[in-house]
């Protein structure tokens, strides 16, 4: 039995120092017996609130990869400050430092082509992230290219629904239509000119009859912009507003502002839904001042860019699109973040499906 025991703390105390021994090895700095990789990612604009909480998650995401799997990823984080031309250059130097890969959320996606083909040229894979490119960009080097992210038309389609889900159908008068505004983002992002387009087609296909009061309002994602519009249109349209689409919270959250200096009450005799499911939307929902927001899952999706950029480091191929759902929140819990898998799509497959969507 001693010796039993003997043989016991000794098996216990070799098992502690190896354990003490690859601690020591992460936490020292060195990458251990592992690889060091350097990312290169480009962040359209930092200033931006979900692509904010998007690149912190990205960063913690590749800190625990690290953890687990004994390898130092480096992250060259860049600010394109919304100008393509500056995150050009950003993108272009990390061609020049051969980076092992480059995650990029494009200023302007017109820019895919060339910056894929830039890369292609000194073999660096690329992974695009937040704005779709075409299908045509990803042909360019099929295998070592791909994009992560969420269909914009379907964010679209869950505000519609969400409307078209209340008691009156979002019909305060009773006149038998919704009369609405939208607040939307960058026009030359097509998450905002699906949003613009699906919350409308969402609303219809549930039945809904729309009239549309006044041309999309440029606010640029911007929640200053969102406040100032809501104000004018609140101002030129009075109680005809009904409902309120904007294409992001950011914008919703100052809208919403707006419409309490109006003196108007949200749920009561004006509508209005966001996207994203930022946390002050989420303190919105909770106080029943925003009729309802659309999860855009910057979790699972910072997480898949980082597991597929791992791959495509180790040489392997990957597929072309990797999609995370949005998720309708009408509740904060709706929007809690969970781990789950990408759905994964050929470029034929997207194709047939663009075609179908007309
Ligand atoms: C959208 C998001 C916006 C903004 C934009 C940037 O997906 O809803 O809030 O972050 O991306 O491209």
Known sequence: MKQLKKVLVILFASVLLVACGANNAKTDGSSGSGKTYNVGVAIYRFDDNFMTLYRQELEKYFGELGAKDGNTYKLDIQDGKQDQSTQTEQINNFIAQGKDVIIANLVDPTAAASVINSAKAKEIPVVLINREPTPQDLEIWP?????????????????????????????????????????????????????????????EAKGGAVNLLAQPYQANWDSAKGQEFTASALEQFGKDLEVIFANNDGMAVGAVTAINAAGRKVGEDIYIVGVDAIPDALELLK?????????NDHFNQSHTAADVAVELMQGKDVEAYYWHDYVGVTKPEDAELKRVDARKETIAEIKVRYAERG
């Not at 106080?287 to 999860?295: D, E």
């Open 143 to 203: 295998g070592k290219t791909t994009y992560v992210g969420a269909d914009a038309t379907q964010s679209g389609t869950i505000q519609g629904e969400m409307i078209a889900g209340l008691p009156n159908k979002g019909d305060i008068n009773g006149d038998g239509k919704i009369s609405y505004i939208t607040l939307m983002g960058d026009p030359a992002n097509v998450d905002a000119q699906q949003r613009t387009e699906y919350s409308i087609k969402g609303y």
């Open 287 to 295: 106080n029943a001042q925003l009729t309802g927001t659309v999860l």
